[in-house]
């Protein structure tokens, strides 16, 4: 259980990370603080996104990384998780204004996964032991 929450609360983590900026550049142009709604949209996306790492490490054969290896496997798994995070909670907006296109939400979801997959990257270098870089990271410090 300690694992698939781990795992879980790093998906999140990463998505609402994505998710804040890329969605950040619309509220920065919004006109007034009544169209910022950045951190909870950011939230829903990083809960689907944990919801589906949770999945993942609850059952293995659904990992991406069992079958292309590491570390693209983990980068192709972030952008999934960001982006039918990212998917399911834009679409339900643009079905709900017709006269935008579904394609703004299928681009904007691509945006946050491929913002995921980056900081799943950056998550990879900084980490011990981890792919593409297995001797270099930051180490935790001792516990006292």
Do not use: C
Not at 75 to 100: C, D, H, R, Y
Not at 110 to 138: C, D, L, W, Y
């Amino acid at each position: 259980m300690k694992e698939v929450l781990s795992a879980a609360g790093r998906a999140f983590l990463r998505a609402f990370v994505a998710s804040l900026l890329v969605y950040g550049v619309g509220v920065l142009a919004a006109p007034d603080l009544s169209h910022a709604y950045l951190v909870g949209v950011a939230a829903l996306v990083g809960s689907f996104a944990a919801g589906l790492r949770a999945l993942q490490a609850y059952f293995p054969k659904l990992s991406l990384a069992a079958y292309l290896g590491h570390p693209f496997g983990d980068w192709a798994e972030s952008f999934l998780q960001g982006f039918v995070g990212s998917l399911i909670v834009t679409l339900p907006g643009i079905a709900g204004a017709p006269n935008f296109h579904t394609a703004k939400a299928f681009l904007v979801a691509a945006i946050v996964g491929a913002f995921n997959a980056g900081v799943r990257a950056v998550q990879g270098f900084a980490t011990t032991g981890e792919h593409p870089s297995p001797g270099a990271g930051v180490n935790p410090p001792p516990n006292a």
